[in-house]
């Protein structure tokens, strides 16, 4: 397959690149660099069968040539730039979800829309099944996020109507690994900095909400077996397995071996109290479920940020 990946310089979207380049595919990467890096791609320089291009999908997007997939993964995804890119937030996953359909119908490519646990907002249902509509505040500050995918979903689903245009729909919960920027504002990598360089670890509340943290690779394998043999119905990707944010803070300072101690601070405003998938989906359709234990995940991932950070 040829294959369109917009988001492509971005953390999620660069293994995606790897996954879908050892798969075979030729794929052509899209990328603003808002957000995203170049050197998360900098391996594939004289891979024959990537490029990467230089543009923002939220103005326009074309392609010359035969295009089977479109993998629709640009958005700012973390606290810190949502918070601070509220409109390019809202465009990418309005404008920029609409420009990438076109593009897909025009080409009759399949169509992948990365959408997240967000739309659940803050749940009121445990752990959280694709049928569940969510309980969001649209005009809080994460509502400029969460209402960006929740568009997007919208708007998949109307092609997928309308026009008939094969869809996937992937709902990702927290997922961590390398490549990770150090300053994002997500939990793990910022445990994993302020650990490395001897500053307290942040905890927002009491650390007694919950998250279910995903290995990169386990996501992503199972991305590609959703886009493979996924439906038009969302399908949540992520781990069950449940912790709480004290206790993978705990876990940092252990596998660091970090003296760092623990500074509580105010929880932020809709910060969900619980996230965690219920996966039933996936395993029944794809035959997917993560394989990689939380703290395996951390060991591979405290390498590099040993070495992004030089410590």
């Given at each position: ?158 092609y997928h109507r309308a026009h008939g ?36 670890l942040t905890i927002y509340g009491d ?105």
């Amino acid at each position: 397959m040829t294959v369109l990946v917009t988001g492509a310089a971005g953390f999620l979207g660069s293994h995606l690149v790897d996954r879908l380049l050892r798969g075979g595919n030729d794929v052509v990467g899209m990328d603003n660099l808002l957000t995203g890096s170049s050197r998360n791609l900098q391996h594939l320089d004289r891979q024959r069968t990537f490029r990467l291009v230089h543009h923002n999908v939220s103005t326009y997007v074309t392609f010359h040539g035969e295009l089977e997939g479109v993998l629709h993964f640009a958005s700012p995804a973390s606290p810190i730039d949502y918070l601070e890119l509220p409109i390019q937030t809202l465009k990418v996953g309005a404008l920029g979800t609409h420009n990438t359909l076109g593009l897909a119908l025009a080409k009759g490519a399949r169509f992948m829309l990365a959408s997240t646990s967000e739309v659940y907002g803050d749940p009121l249902e445990h752990p959280q099944r694709e049928s569940y509509w969510g309980n969001v505040n649209p005009i809080g500050p994460r509502g400029v996020y969460d209402e960006a995918k929740r568009f997007a979903e919208a708007m998949t689903m109307a092609y997928h109507r309308a026009h008939g245009l094969d869809t996937r729909i992937v709902r990702i919960f927290n997922t961590y690994g390398p490549r990770m920027r150090p300053r994002d504002g997500r939990a793990i990598s910022n445990f994993i900095v302020q650990a490395l360089q001897g500053a307290p670890l942040t905890i927002y509340g009491d650390g007694s909400q919950t998250r279910s943290f995903c290995y990169v690779d386990d996501l992503v394998e199972g991305i590609v077996r959703a886009l493979a043999h996924g439906s038009a119905e969302p399908m949540n990707i992520g781990n069950p397995g449940e912790s709480t944010v004290l206790e993978v803070a705990e876990l940092v300072l252990k596998l660091t071996g970090s003296r760092s101690r623990l500074e509580f601070r105010p929880l932020p405003t809709d910060d969900p109290r619980q996230r965690c998938p219920d996966i039933t989906r996936a395993r029944t359709t794809l035959g997917w479920e993560p394989a990689i234990p939380l703290e395996e995940g951390l060991r591979r991932t405290i390498p590099y940020f040993r070495e992004v950070l030089g410590v």
